[in-house]
């Protein structure tokens, strides 16, 4: 692995995990659709992720990607088809054209949303999104399968919990990773010699995690950051949010008391 792409570098994801990748790969191709200061060792590609022709380019010599690239969070219809289902069909197929061999893509924690807090989830439960958002990235993580088996492209799936230098509140300290153990999951989907298609959950060692990660674990993943040590800060934080009673039965909390019209009974 030598040359890797990274969508989305401007993002808050991007900023935490350039400087830690640094110097790995001998080059980082940085892409996103706002200018970037590219640092020793980096270049910059402006692109469009919904341009497919732009997204081609942006492959071509490069041997494995981290695709970040997307609204992030919930939004409206439009965007998300723009930017996550659109925008993540180019990246795949780009990817196949140009001959690139990995990918790693960043999903979340969203296209579970819907299960409840009391349930320990593995990487094979059925997808329960809790938005748009959450539907988009499970439409990414099923074109990474059938990439993946009709391909032959390696891909990584990495749900991802929250990414911050540490748990910002009680919810995060469920789903929270730190920059560091993100990198080393990234790593693992780059360089392992055995990624066919793979699912994981993007957490720390966290005592209040909702998955069962044991498929990352399997994979060599031994993450060095643990929520709990951050458990008075993030519950203190707490505090000060207003309540959700709904959003805090389910895994994905806030995403899933926004335009919540169901019946909370049926959703076991
Ligand atoms: C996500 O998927 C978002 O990208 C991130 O900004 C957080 O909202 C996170 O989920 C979360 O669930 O806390």
């Given amino acids: 692995m030598q040359r890797v792409l990274i969508t989305g570098a401007a993002g808050g994801i991007g900023r935490r995990i350039r400087p830690l990748l640094r110097g790995v790969y001998s080059s980082l191709r940085l892409s996103d659709v706002v200018a970037i200061e590219p640092e020793q060792g980096e270049e910059f590609v402006k692109a469009d992720l919904a341009d497919l022709a732009a997204v081609e380019q942006l492959c071509q010599g490069v041997d494995g990607i981290i695709h970040l690239g997307a609204s992030s969070v ?57 938005s748009r958002y959450g539907v988009s990235k499970a439409f ?66 966290n005592a209040r995690a909702w998955y069962d990660n044991a498929n990352a674990y399997r994979l060599g993943y031994r993450p060095q950051d643990r929520a709990e040590d951050y458990a008075q800060s993030a519950t203190e934080a707490d505090l000060k949010l207003p309540p959700d009673p709904l959003g805090e039965q389910f895994q994905g909390g806030g995403f899933c008391t926004m335009e919540f019209s169901g019946d909370v009974m049926k959703i076991t």
């Fill in 140 to 205: 990414g993580e099923a074109l990474g399968r059938m990439y993946a088996d009709k391909y032959g492209l390696g891909v990584l799936n990495i749900r991802i919990g929250n990414v911050w230098e540490e748990p910002a509140d009680r919810r995060r300290l469920s789903i929270w990773i730190s920059p560091r153990d993100l990198v080393q999951l990234m790593r693992i989907g780059l360089d392992h010699p055995e990624i066919h298609f793979e699912v994981v959950y993007g957490v720390s060692d």
């Fill in 74 to 130: 919930e939004d409206a219809w439009e965007p998300v088809l723009q930017n996550n289902i659109i925008g993540g069909y180019n990246v795949f197929e780009a990817a196949r054209r140009q001959g690139v061999r990995r990918l790693v893509f960043a999903t979340t924690n969203h296209v579970v949303g819907f299960y409840r807090r009391q349930r320990t989830i593995d990487h094979t439960v059925m997808p329960r999104p809790d």
